[in-house]
């Protein structure tokens, strides 16, 4: 298998103002083109900042990630990125939030037509054509999170990078979208990092889970490869003895071997995440 | 995407008067204006009460109806200064007329009417002089915001002397403002007035700092995950201020603008006070010093006249932050 996109040794540490705080250490992943790869733990053991640093947003302290046999230095429009938050300009319309990504990667490729016709694509793709001229404020979290989804594919990314993309949604419009996600990456084989902390939608989705162990110096603690045939039904999946079996072996993993032990009073670590500022929550605009 | 709208309290009366007007409509109405008619009237009363009680060395302390009776006045003077300047120039082209009938070859020199300036007038003046200062300082405030909000350094090399110039009163400025005008302005006959320019130089010296202070703020306050949007399309240091920056700060900024307004009018009327330039507040002093039996009217009716030209400013200024910013619910504050 050639990798497409490989981390090797990755490591970040933040210097706090109580010292250094090593937040990853020896990160190793090689994913091959069209795999769907999520990325599972306790919060705060560094999800993100992986996800981060593959995106460009962050620099690895140690180690580094090559994709397409080109080392990452920066962010860029072929590691698309669906934030958590939908992140979309409150002020453009759906279709418009889509075109700005557009615009941005095909400028010298397509011509004004072609791409007001991919941008509609995309947004079909999603099942958001209805609403397109719709602003963000106007349509529900779903929806949005759709849109956000259709803007990272329209720039037709080597690896779509999700950071829990349905965390914030209920869990029926979290079960539509994630059967929608499944569709897509079955039509147009994009490989997918995604981050999540649900178990369930781990092993629907994943062709692998990296299952993460807790920090300070979090890393990959095992992969568990899921070999269950596609196209993936999650009502047939319900009686599946080989999707319980996976199942199982991640929740031990996340439940006994790297059970999170907060105490319930006195000081908690500090959360790597607050420490990245790239996941802080937004501030307000007054 | 602009849609024509009534204003609330119209709206609300409209239904009331098509019969169609449920019980929140009878309250807004009651909100709207019921209530805020009733608060003029009875300020009016308690004011009539007051003047009555109120001898001064100029007589009687002037009343709603004094002021409404020195309204009228002044709008006639007003009509009377126009008539005589378009009689001015009728003279003065009969005159060229006939004389260039008897002296073909004589070159024709026409003069400007120089009555005195009207109340109205003076208040042209102002709303000229207020809005070329508060351009050209938001001109400047707001591509300088931009600047410092985007800059941590500069912001930290900025802010003391914004905080220490921002609570500086006009009336410190006018004296320097008026010396380095005259140092450098001198042009034997200039095609600008020079009180223009120093009520105008006063005004954007005191009214750059909201807008400044705001923008600045509305730029450092981006959200970050649009900032990372940015950062992923690899928007250029242009397109991240056009696309990301300047739409997210715009409600910032036009809480500033507002503001900024707000001070340059106050500021203006107490510059033109002092410096004697033309404008409503040279109306007051001149009224003040005058010291006849009309004179606390009149100067009531400019007091009343500034109050009222200063809220349709801000009403200006909000009817543009609504057609221009996205975020509707910060033009309701």
């Known amino acids: ?286 | 995407m602009v849609t024509m709208t009534l204003p609330d309290w119209l709206a609300s009366c409209r239904d009331l008067m098509r019969g169609k007007a449920g019980p929140a409509q009878q309250q807004a109405v009651l909100r709207q204006l019921v209530w805020p008619l009733l608060g003029i009237l009875l300020f009016l009363l308690l004011w009539h009460w007051a003047a009555r009680n109120i001898q001064t060395s100029l007589g009687q302390f002037p009343g709603p109806a004094t002021v409404w009776e020195q309204t009228q006045a002044l709008y006639q003077e007003h009509r009377e200064a126009r008539q005589r300047e378009v009689a001015f120039h009728e003279r003065q082209e009969k005159y060229i007329e006939t004389r260039l009938a008897q002296q073909p070859d004589w070159q024709p020199v026409r003069r400007d009417y120089t009555g005195a300036p009207t109340f109205f007038d003076q208040i042209g003046t102002s709303l000229i002089t207020v809005m070329s200062g508060f351009l050209l300082a938001s001109a400047l405030a707001i591509p300088l915001g931009i600047v410092v909000g985007l800059s941590a350094g500069l912001h930290a090399a900025v802010n003391p002397l914004i905080q220490i110039f921002k609570p500086v009163s006009p009336l410190a400025w006018l004296p320097l403002v008026t010396m380095v005008v005259s140092a450098v302005y001198t042009s034997g006959d200039p095609w600008i007035a020079k009180s223009f320019l120093n009520s105008m130089f006063t005004v954007t010296l005191c009214c750059l700092w909201p807008t400044l202070l705001n923008t600045a703020v509305g730029v450092t306050s981006v959200s970050s995950d649009l900032i990372n949007v940015s950062r992923v399309l690899r928007l250029n240091a242009f397109e991240h201020v056009r696309r990301i920056v300047l739409p997210s700060a715009l409600p910032m900024m036009f809480t500033g603008l507002r503001l900024s307004l707000g001070v340059a009018w106050m500021v203006l009327i107490a510059a033109e006070m002092l410096a004697q330039n033309p404008g409503l507040g040279k109306f007051v002093w001149d009224e003040f010093q005058n010291g006849s039996s009309q004179s606390l009217g009149r100067i009531m009716v400019a007091v009343l006249v500034i109050g009222l030209i200063g809220f349709l400013l801000d009403r200006l200024m909000l009817a543009l932050q609504r057609f221009l910013v996205w975020d509707k619910s910060a033009a309701r504050r």
């Not at chain 1, 994630?178 to 994943?206: C, N, P, R, Y």
């Open chain 1, 1 to 286: 298998m050639t990798a497409l996109l490989e981390l090797s040794n990755v490591g970040m540490a933040f210097d706090t103002p109580t010292g250094r705080f090593e937040a990853l250490k020896d990160v190793n992943l090689k994913i091959a083109a069209g795999e769907f790869v999520s990325l599972i733990g306790h919060s705060g053991c560094g999800k993100s900042t992986v996800l981060n640093i593959v995106a460009g947003l962050l620099r690895a302290t140690d180690g580094g990630v090559i994709l397409d046999r080109r080392e990452v230095s920066e962010p860029g429009p072929e590691r698309a990125v669906v934030f958590q938050n939908h992140s979309l300009l409150p002020w453009l319309t759906a279709f418009e939030n889509v075109e700005l990504a557009v615009r941005q990667v095909f400028r010298k490729q397509k011509s004004k037509k072609e791409m007001r016709d991919w941008v509609a694509h995309n947004l079909e793709l999603v099942h958001m054509g209805h609403a397109m001229d719709k602003t963000p404020r106007e349509i529900s979290g779903g929806m949005k999170q759709r849109v956000g989804i259709a803007r990272a594919l329209a720039m037709q990314p080597r690896v779509l990078l999700m950071d829990e993309p349905f965390g914030a949604l209920d869990a029926l419009t979290r079960a539509h979208l994630q059967d929608s996600l499944m569709a897509i990456h079955a039509q147009l084989g994009t490989t997918v990092i995604m981050i999540t902390h649900d178990v369930d939608e781990a092993v629907l989705l994943s062709d692998r889970i990296m299952m993460m162990s807790n920090g300070p110096s979090a890393t990959i603690g095992e992969v568990l490869p899921v070999t269950l045939p596609r196209p993936r039904d999650r009502v047939a999946l319900a009686d599946d003895p080989g999707y319980h079996r996976c199942r199982q072996k991640v929740l031990r993993f996340l439940y006994e071997k790297q059970r999170k032990v907060t105490p319930l009073s006195g000081r908690q670590e500090p959360a790597p995440s607050c420490l990245t500022g790239t996941d802080a929550p937004p501030r307000g605009r007054g």
